[in-house]
């Protein structure tokens, strides 16, 4: 039980905090209520620690649940402040939601300068632009919804790194050599240092997998980041006098990209899994839509009047879809829309994406 004013420990930070206020919510009412009892779904007013995934409880007896997972954003738009006023105000407003929702992601385009949001779909996105303006007074310019892929590999491949730079005075030199291959899905960069006898020194190792980090945020296809790639560290070289981090930094980076290159590198893009509810006399027009959407049908069946396709739907062909859909069923179907992987798109799609992005086939 949670009663007002009482003291909540926060076991995720390792602080304690004050209930200050407890209620329940009714839409947009409040009802002020003096405790919260098992079970009940209640909000506590005046925690300014408390994050989304923390586990609150007594100090004495410490509980800290598991967190959950979010799944990385699959859709970005850039936005802009319509005013100066509304410039300074967005900043502030745009951390605050970023803080409550960890599925929406805020970040600087360094190329262009442009501020990007990332979200889990469409409708999230306008959700959450709606909100700035209905909250924070913030009127906002977006522009039109990119598609977030991602990039792997396919194959092991081997390449070596060689960084070395003569100027006069003390040089650069740094030498790596690694070989790549698909991680486990979800893994993200698996880093193994294999070098034996010294071949890199001990000090340089870090430098070397900054250099791989570096490697990972742009693929070799599009420029888009790399997804579970295992990368070892078999062997190298190094100068007494002129070796140094930056060197092993660039030399591991070199290789990387082109091992990366020679190991069979495909573009992935994100899957949304779409449940769809419409009255049975339109079920053959939604599933014909979804086909054309290069959507897989994985499942239907019957829910009172009402027949509910299930399918897997590549998130580039699903913009504009809610009117699509009330169109083609006078306004009586609804759908739902999640994440739910990644994968390699076909040929065509991926030449096509790929001369958008850098303009080559």
Known sequence: MITQGMSLYNANKGKTERASRLVKMHADKREEIDAIYAGEIAAVVGLKLATTGDTLCEEKHPIRLELMKFPEPVIAMAIEPKTKQDQERMGYALSRLAQEDPTFKVKMDEETGETVISGMGELHLEILVDRLKREFRVEANTGAPEVAYREAITAE??????????????GQYGHVILTVKPAEPGKGLVFVNDIRGGAI???????????????????????????????????????????????????????????????????????????????????????????????????????????????????????????????????????????????????PVQDAIIAKYTGKA
């Open 157 to 170: 491949a081997e390449a070596e790194g060689k960084h070395i730079k003569q100027s006069g005075g003390r």
């Open 201 to 347: 020194p001990r000090e340089y190792i870090s430098a070397v997998q900054k250099g791989v980090e570096e490697g990972m945020t742009m693929g070799p296809l599009a420029g888009f980041p790399l997804l579970d790639v295992e990368v070892h560290v078999i062997d190298g070289s190094y100068h007494e006098v002129d070796s140094s981090e930056m060197a092993f930094k660039i030399a591991s980076n070199m290789a990387f990209k082109s091992a990366v290159l020679k190991a069979k590198p495909v573009l992935l893009e994100p899957i949304m899994r779409v449940e769809v509810v419409t009255p049975n006399e339109f079920t053959g027009d939604v599933i014909g839509d979804l086909n054309s959407r290069r959507g897989h049908i994985v499942g239907m069946n019957t829910r009172a009047t009402a027949s509910v396709v299930e399918a897997l739907v590549p998130l580039a062909t699903m913009f504009g879809y809610a009117t699509v859909v009330r169109s083609k069923t006078q306004g009586r179907a609804t759908f739902t829309m999640d994440f739910k992987e990644y994968q390699p798109c076909p040929k």
